[in-house]
Protein backbone atom coordinates (compact mmCIF):
# COMPACT_ATOMS: atom_id res chain seq x y z
CA UNK A 1 0.00 0.00 0.00
CA UNK A 2 1.46 3.08 -0.75
CA UNK A 3 1.70 5.74 2.16
CA UNK A 4 2.65 9.14 1.99
CA UNK A 5 2.80 11.46 4.96
CA UNK A 6 3.99 14.85 5.08
CA UNK A 7 5.12 17.28 8.12
CA UNK A 8 6.55 20.40 9.62
CA UNK A 9 3.72 22.64 8.39
CA UNK A 10 3.48 25.22 10.57
CA UNK A 11 3.40 28.84 11.51
CA UNK A 12 5.89 31.41 9.89
CA UNK A 13 6.14 35.15 9.05
CA UNK A 14 6.69 36.81 6.23
CA UNK A 15 10.33 36.18 4.84
CA UNK A 16 10.72 32.94 7.00
CA UNK A 17 11.54 29.52 6.20
CA UNK A 18 9.46 26.23 6.18
CA UNK A 19 10.94 22.83 5.29
CA UNK A 20 8.58 19.83 4.61
CA UNK A 21 9.13 16.37 4.33
CA UNK A 22 7.24 13.43 3.04
CA UNK A 23 7.70 9.81 4.29
CA UNK A 24 7.00 7.52 1.22
CA UNK A 25 6.27 4.18 1.67
CA UNK A 26 4.72 0.94 -0.18
CA UNK A 27 6.20 1.27 -3.66
CA UNK A 28 10.37 2.16 -4.80
CA UNK A 29 10.60 5.14 -3.94
CA UNK A 30 13.55 5.80 -6.03
CA UNK A 31 12.15 5.16 -9.38
CA UNK A 32 9.16 7.49 -9.42
CA UNK A 33 8.91 11.31 -9.71
CA UNK A 34 7.38 12.84 -6.96
CA UNK A 35 5.70 16.08 -6.61
CA UNK A 36 4.55 19.19 -4.57
CA UNK A 37 0.88 20.16 -4.79
CA UNK A 38 -0.79 23.09 -2.68
CA UNK A 39 -4.31 24.28 -2.46
CA UNK A 40 -4.62 28.18 -0.75
CA UNK A 41 -7.82 28.46 1.50
CA UNK A 42 -10.36 28.92 -0.74
CA UNK A 43 -8.80 28.63 -3.46
CA UNK A 44 -8.02 25.56 -6.11
CA UNK A 45 -4.63 22.77 -6.13
CA UNK A 46 -1.91 24.32 -7.65
CA UNK A 47 1.01 22.17 -8.76
CA UNK A 48 4.30 23.71 -7.25
CA UNK A 49 7.27 21.78 -8.40
CA UNK A 50 8.48 18.27 -8.60
CA UNK A 51 11.77 15.97 -9.70
CA UNK A 52 12.15 13.03 -11.60
CA UNK A 53 12.79 9.65 -10.59
CA UNK A 54 15.04 6.65 -11.51
CA UNK A 55 17.92 8.86 -11.13
CA UNK A 56 17.43 11.56 -13.50
CA UNK A 57 17.14 14.18 -11.17
CA UNK A 58 15.61 16.66 -13.34
CA UNK A 59 13.16 19.66 -11.26
CA UNK A 60 10.61 21.52 -12.85
CA UNK A 61 8.64 24.43 -10.51
CA UNK A 62 6.06 27.08 -11.64
CA UNK A 63 7.54 30.70 -11.66
CA UNK A 64 6.21 32.02 -8.70
CA UNK A 65 8.73 29.61 -6.30
CA UNK A 66 11.50 30.04 -8.34
CA UNK A 67 14.85 31.29 -6.08
CA UNK A 68 12.58 30.52 -3.21
CA UNK A 69 11.66 26.76 -2.80
CA UNK A 70 14.14 23.93 -3.47
CA UNK A 71 12.77 20.27 -3.79
CA UNK A 72 14.79 17.40 -3.00
CA UNK A 73 14.88 13.71 -3.10
CA UNK A 74 16.87 11.39 -0.27
CA UNK A 75 16.30 8.24 -2.11
CA UNK A 76 17.91 5.67 0.86
CA UNK A 77 15.68 7.17 3.15
CA UNK A 78 12.81 7.35 1.20
CA UNK A 79 11.79 10.90 1.67
CA UNK A 80 11.26 13.79 -0.57
CA UNK A 81 11.65 17.34 1.21
CA UNK A 82 10.54 20.77 -0.14
CA UNK A 83 12.88 23.58 1.43
CA UNK A 84 10.78 26.87 1.79
CA UNK A 85 12.63 30.12 1.73
CA UNK A 86 11.27 33.68 1.52
CA UNK A 87 7.71 32.90 2.07
CA UNK A 88 5.31 35.22 1.47
CA UNK A 89 1.59 35.37 2.85
CA UNK A 90 0.19 34.16 -0.24
CA UNK A 91 2.15 30.56 -0.14
CA UNK A 92 0.16 29.86 2.77
CA UNK A 93 -2.01 26.89 1.80
CA UNK A 94 -1.94 22.95 2.49
CA UNK A 95 0.79 21.15 0.86
CA UNK A 96 0.43 18.11 -0.55
CA UNK A 97 3.11 15.29 -1.36
CA UNK A 98 2.16 13.47 -4.72
CA UNK A 99 3.70 10.35 -5.95
CA UNK A 100 3.90 10.40 -9.99
CA UNK A 101 2.93 7.73 -12.35
CA UNK A 102 6.39 7.53 -13.88
CA UNK A 103 10.07 8.44 -13.42
CA UNK A 104 9.07 11.38 -15.55
CA UNK A 105 7.72 14.59 -13.38
CA UNK A 106 5.17 15.71 -16.49
CA UNK A 107 3.14 12.06 -15.94
CA UNK A 108 0.05 12.20 -13.54
CA UNK A 109 -0.09 12.33 -10.38
CA UNK A 110 -0.99 9.29 -8.44
CA UNK A 111 -1.25 8.98 -4.63
CA UNK A 112 -1.58 11.62 -2.36
CA UNK A 113 -0.18 12.40 0.87
CA UNK A 114 -2.73 14.05 3.54
CA UNK A 115 -1.48 17.59 3.37
CA UNK A 116 0.37 19.89 5.82
CA UNK A 117 -0.61 23.37 6.44
CA UNK A 118 1.95 26.30 5.66
CA UNK A 119 0.79 29.53 6.88
CA UNK A 120 2.74 32.34 6.08
CA UNK A 121 1.73 35.74 8.82
CA UNK A 122 2.01 39.31 6.86
Known amino acids: EVQLVESGGGLVQHGGSLRLSCAAS????????MSWVRQAPGKGLEWVLA?????????SYIDSVKGRFTISRDNSNNTLNLQMNSLKPEDTAVYYCTKVSSNSWSAGLAYWGQGTLGTVSS
Open 26 to 33: GFTFSTYA
Open 51 to 59: ISGGGGGSI
